[in-house]
Structures are given as structure tokens and as C-alpha cells.
């Protein structure tokens, strides 16, 4: 079993950049899948960004394509989000991801992961 705990949400105005950090603690973080999915008001919860355990494979939503960059440092067990040119439909509590399987380099659907974190709220103002 994996713990995730997210950091790094915040108020930014449109245009701005913030960067976003999963602390994983548990099992070996490198045998995990890393994703990014993100809940808005009355909005399901959407998948932003993957990152395999090795880290060389990602894959994204086409609204972050260009904008966003995922990536990990499994010495530090931590996943990233950088998030540039945010924008107000944006606005959502995010979430870190594990998913175990093998099966995949990466996984885009929630379904596919494990264990989840308890999220951290990004507001973009306009």
C-alpha cells in the first residue's frame, strides 16, 4: 500500500504558473504509475497527466498538452505537476494517483488506479 499527500494549490490568476508535488510513503514508489486527475465544481473528476515508474513514458489530456509537464524524482518518492498558463475553468481539486498494474506504461482512465490522495485545491481567478 502507497500514502499520497498533495501540496503546491493555491490562488493564482489567470496566466499563472503553479507547481504541484505528491509525497508518496509506503511500499517502493518506483513500482507505481503516477497520474494527475482534477475535480471542478459539479464537474466529474477528469485525468490531467501519467507518468510511468520509470518516468520516461508521459501522456496527457489534450487541454494540458504544451501547458503542463509531469515528472517524478523517485530518490525523493515525489511526482510533479507543473502547471503554466492556468485557466479559470481550471479551477478544481487536484489529485495524485498510484495505479500497481503492469499492464501499462501509463493509465488515463481513474478506474485504473489504486490508491489515491486527499487533493489540493488550485483557484484560478480571471
Known amino acids: 500500500q502507497v500514502q499520497l499527500v498533495e501540496s503546491g494549490g493555491g490562488l493564482v490568476q489567470a496566466g499563472g504558473s503553479l507547481r504541484l508535488a505528491c509525497a508518496a510513503s509506503g511500499r517502493t514508489f518506483s513500482m507505481y504509475a503516477m497520474g494527475w486527475f482534477r475535480q471542478g465544481p459539479g464537474k466529474e473528476r477528469e485525468f490531467v497527466a501519467a507518468?510511468?515508474?520509470?518516468?520516461?513514458?508521459?501522456n496527457y489530456a489534450d487541454s494540458g498538452k504544451d501547458r503542463f509537464t509531469i515528472s517524478r524524482d523517485n530518490a525523493r518518492n515525489t511526482v510533479y505537476l507543473q502547471m503554466n498558463s492556468l485557466k479559470p475553468e481550471e479551477t478544481a481539486v487536484y489529485y495524485c494517483?498510484?495505479?500497481?498494474?503492469?499492464?501499462?506504461?501509463?493509465?488515463?482512465?481513474?478506474?485504473?488506479?489504486?490508491?489515491w490522495g486527499q487533493g489540493t485545491q488550485v483557484t484560478v481567478s480571471s
Open positions: 494517483a498510484a495505479a500497481s498494474s503492469p499492464r501499462a506504461a501509463t493509465y488515463t482512465v481513474r478506474e485504473d488506479y489504486a490508491y
Open positions: 507518468i510511468s515508474r520509470s518516468g520516461i513514458t508521459t
